[in-house]
Nanobody
Framework: QVQLVESGGGLVQVGGSLRLSCVASGNIVAINAMAWHRQAPGKQRELVAHISSGGIANYADSMKGRFTISRDNAKNTVYLQMNSLKPEDTAVYYC??????????????????WGQGTQVTVSS
């Protein structure tokens, strides 16, 4: 069993900053890619940023230059630094992780896990 827990969301004014964190715990052998997604009210969930196990990051176009994804492999943690926040960044933010785990008698397996989400609200 693997759990992802996000933190760091909240209410911030336009132009402000927030730093989200997501810690993975449980039956973890290794973590491949990690990512942040978000879902605004009435909209589809979208990818915000993605980071490989080696630290290569990619961003959705609207986040480039404002958001930075990073990870601490020793802590099984991924971060999202969000600067110059806009009202349209208001959403529930979810982290995901491609986790390699041990299956007794069956060897290694992998699966994508999602956190429960953290609300980010940007007020104008």
């Amino acid at each position: 069993q693997v759990q992802l827990v996000e933190s760091g969301g909240g209410l911030v004014q336009v132009g402000g900053s927030l730093r989200l964190s997501c810690v993975a715990s449980g039956n973890i052998v290794a973590i491949n890619a990690m990512a942040w997604h978000r879902q605004a009210p009435g909209k589809q969930r979208e990818l915000v940023a993605h980071i490989s196990s080696g630290g290569i990051a990619n961003y959705a176009d609207s986040m480039k230059g404002r958001f930075t994804i990073s990870r601490d492999n020793a802590k099984n943690t991924v971060y999202l630094q969000m600067n110059s926040l806009k009202p349209e960044d208001t959403a529930v933010y979810y982290c995901t992780a491609d986790v390699v785990f041990n299956r007794p008698e069956h060897g290694l397996g992998s699966n994508d896990y999602w956190g429960q989400g953290t609300q980010v609200t940007v007020s104008s």
